[in-house]
């Protein structure tokens, strides 16, 4: 079936990086985007960006514009997140999701990763 | 202060219908870019339940259905059941963020 699998839980001190994965499974890979989604503790959703994987041209919100790196490895079926100069406010779990194009929205979506900004 | 602007929280009875809505402005909604509404269970990742403005994926029941109008879009459920309580959230993109995607808060259904 579809599906996204990401990778597991992350905790890092101010200053770091990490770079969360989502492997995908169940359809091609390339004829999809990949976006990112956060969600901080208690908080709503927050879109970080996206990228179109056949061609790794990728677009960020541009609150993250100056930290974040999507990039797609189509031999292996998946995408990656890297986030730098981690902050407290970084703590949030990460989602990437499937989408097709503008009308058609995210589906389906990972499972969620949890990265934990701490000193 | 999130670009789509939502109700924090609606309740209904069993079996009742009630609506969440989503205002935007001419630079999102109004600019005609598609609306979608996702369904976020305690402590699970969001679901789509209605996507381009009023379609609904597989396996969503017909119990949920999607409107827009002008700068705005809703999100009715009829029937309301217990399985229904979560959060929802609409969801479209921005042409004077360049295109960026862009989420309302949020609302919590609770089903009384």
């Known amino acids: 079936q579809v599906q996204l699998v990401q990778s597991g839980t992350e905790v890092k001190k101010p200053g770091a990086s990490v770079k969360v994965s989502c492997k995908a499974s169940?359809?091609?890979?390339?004829?999809?985007?990949i976006t990112w989604v956060r969600q901080a503790p208690g908080q709503g959703l927050e879109w970080m960006g996206w990228?179109?994987?056949?061609?790794?041209?990728?677009k960020y919100d541009q609150k993250f514009q100056d930290r974040v790196t999507m990039t797609a490895d189509t031999s292996t079926n998946t995408a990656y997140m890297e986030l730098r100069s981690l902050r407290s406010d970084d703590t949030a779990v990460y989602y990437c999701?499937?989408?097709?194009?503008?009308?058609?929205?995210?589906?389906?979506w990972g499972q969620g990763t949890l990265v934990t900004v701490s000193s | 202060q999130s670009v789509l602007t939502q109700p924090p929280s609606v309740s209904g009875a069993p079996g009742q219908r009630v609506t969440i809505s989503c205002t935007g402005n001419?630079?999102?909604?109004?600019?005609?870019?598609?609306v979608h509404w996702y369904q976020q269970l305690p402590g699970t990742a969001p679901k789509l339940v209605i996507y381009?403005?009023?379609n609904r994926p597989s396996g969503v029941p017909d119990r949920f259905s999607g409107s827009k109008s002008g700068t705005s879009a809703s999100l009715a459920i009829t029937g309301l059941q217990a399985e229904d309580e979560a959060y929802y959230y609409c969801?479209?993109?921005?042409?004077?963020?360049?295109?960026?995607?862009?989420f309302g808060g949020g609302t919590r259904l609770t089903v009384l």
């Open positions: 969801q479209s993109y921005d042409s004077s963020l360049s295109g960026s995607g862009v």
């Open positions: 990228i179109t994987t056949y061609n790794d041209k990728t």
């Open positions: 999701a499937r989408v097709p194009g503008y009308s058609f929205g995210f589906a389906p």
């Open positions: 169940g359809f091609s890979f390339t004829s999809y985007g």
């Open positions: 001419s630079s999102n909604i109004g600019a005609g870019y598609d």
């Open positions: 381009g403005d009023n």
